[in-house]
């Protein structure tokens, strides 16, 4: 139901800001410019009284989140890993968002994996605790089996969750079409992808059968990883709406105090954090895409833990070099270097001038290289980075907007553990090692290998390929007949040398 009345939706969305208090508080803290402050205000001032009370108990930003739903939630939560950006104020109310959220009944919750297990939950289960965690999407259980007392923790989805995310949902798509149709301009940034991408992200994260796919393969890419943990999935008790997995105990990441008292090295778990995102991302192009404090808890052991794999990302082998090369060019302050990857790539028009663009990217890079987090303002970067993507027309890359959106999690998740970090420093031997390992010499033979071998395996249909390329040129008119005379015998000979290079290159490999 993609209308005209989710107008009814935006409106009360800013009414509920306005009636919490919580306008003025988040423009400010994201230091929103003057006119834009007083647009929003003027459009949401009329309706105040349309707005969700909330909760009073609450923080304003926090009050009016929780007021309008899952969608607005998963939005607070990313807000929440950024007090460069939103405050440190701020960001510490909108913690609550994460992980501890109002539970619904722990009755309805056994209810519903009575119904999904076939099976009554006293005979699967010799314990089911009230809720751990409640998120806006599922709550957390732990329970011990029946069989042989192991505690897991049992995942349950919110009743209603579905319909609930399908109306914020059309809401977004209303709003991205009326920013297209009002501003022309905006276009560029491609705002009904962004909410297209955003839809099928969540699809996938209302199924469990899904989320529980993703932990096992998450589980086997990175088994060999020193100081990373990822619970095990057991699927015999796993469906739709419930999930069923190892207990893992630890500290929550965003308990500085409690990992202190533990004596635990918060320098060095907020550099593996970065660092194991970056190698996940590169290495094995599946990566946690929802990496918040309150899906990461550190074992006594100092290993870190993950939770939650409802939001996971892909990105393909060619993406991966990209993004690679970018984050090296930066780190290496060859800003040419990164104009040329994106161009090469197609992320900037073609028209627009690469020196302009390179020295746009100096301007972005140079003020923040080798300065500690402290010394960057985000909220200030992020500005000039769309005014760059805007002067040079750069599109939203929808293939990215997850790799970036949890690239900006992950470092307020670093940040929070340690304020003095230095993200490029940090990223530099990851990045380093993937590029050495997949761009120069050697990637290109491995690339050259596989289209050895995917050629060689069309050597029983080279026959007909040439025999097709045969009639179509003898049907052809003798007045288009120039110098593909012969296109038919290069393609034989050509097949033939690929497949005899795959056999070759397949038997020595």
Do not use: C
Not at 309 to 326: H, K, L, N, P, S
């Amino acid at each position: 139901m993609r209308g005209p009345h989710n107008l009814w939706r935006l409106i009360r969305t800013g009414a509920t800001f306005e009636r919490t208090g919580a306008m003025a508080l988040a423009l400010e803290a994201m230091e929103v410019p003057p006119r834009l402050r007083f647009a929003a205000r003027l459009l949401g001032w009329p309706f105040k009284w349309l707005g969700l009370r909330g909760d009073p108990a609450l923080p304003p930003v926090t009050r009016a989140l929780t007021a309008l739903g899952p969608a607005y939630i998963k939005f607070g939560q990313v807000l929440s890993t950024r007090p460069d950006i939103v405050g440190e104020d701020l960001a510490l109310q909108l913690k609550y968002l994460q992980d501890q959220l109002p539970p619904f009944p722990t009755s309805v919750a056994k209810a519903m994996v009575a119904s999904e297990l076939r099976l009554p939950v006293d005979e699967v289960f010799s314990s089911f605790s009230e809720p751990v965690a409640a998120a806006s999407i599922a709550q957390v259980h732990r329970a011990s089996l029946a069989e042989n007392g192991r505690d897991v923790a049992v995942k349950v989805l919110r009743p209603g969750i579905e319909r609930a995310f399908r109306k914020d949902i059309d809401a977004f798509y209303f709003a991205a079409r009326t920013i297209e149709f009002l501003s022309p301009a905006s276009r560029r940034l491609r705002p009904m992808d962004v909410i297209r991408h955003f839809d099928g992200v969540v699809k996938g994260e209302l199924d469990l059968r899904l989320e529980s796919s993703a932990a096992s393969e998450f589980a086997d890419n990175t088994k060999a990883d020193a100081g990373f943990q990822v619970p095990r999935v057991i699927w015999g008790l796993s469906g739709r709406s419930v999930m069923t997995l190892d207990w893992a105990e630890g500290i929550n990441l965003a308990d500085n105090a409690a990992i202190d008292a533990a004596g635990l090295d918060r320098k060095a778990l907020g550099a593996r954090v970065l660092q194991l995102f970056l190698s996940h991302a590169l290495r094995d192009g599946l990566f946690h895409g929802d990496m918040h404090q309150g899906n990461l808890k550190v074992a006594a052991n100092g290993d870190l833990i993950a939770y939650d794999f409802g939001i996971m990302g892909r990105i393909d082998e060619y993406t991966r070099r990209v993004y690679a090369e970018i984050l090296m060019g930066f780190i290496r302050r060859d800003y040419r270097r990164v104009a040329e990857v994106h161009f090469e790539a197609g992320y900037v028009p073609a028209d627009r001038d690469i020196d302009d663009f390179a020295r746009a990217l100096r301007a972005v890079g140079e003020p923040i290289f080798g300065l500690d987090a402290t010394q960057v303002s985000m909220a200030r970067l992020l500005s000039y980075l769309f005014e760059v993507t805007e002067r040079f027309g750069m599109e939203t890359r929808t293939e990215l907007i997850l790799l970036q959106r949890t690239m900006v999690v992950v470092e307020g998740v670093a940040r929070g553990l340690d304020p003095h970090i230095n993200i490029w420093q940090v990223a530099k031997p990851v990045v380093e090692s993937y590029v050495a390992r997949n761009v120069g010499p050697m990637a290109l033979l491995r690339d050259l290998t596989q289209t050895a071998r995917v050629m060689g395996r069309f050597g029983p249909r080279l026959p007909r390929l040439v025999e097709a390329a045969l009639i179509a040129q003898a049907e052809q008119p003798k007045a288009l007949d120039t110098r593909p005379r012969f296109y038919a015998l290069r393609l034989l000979i050509g097949g033939l040398a690929l497949l005899g290079f795959g056999i070759w290159l397949g038997q020595l490999l």
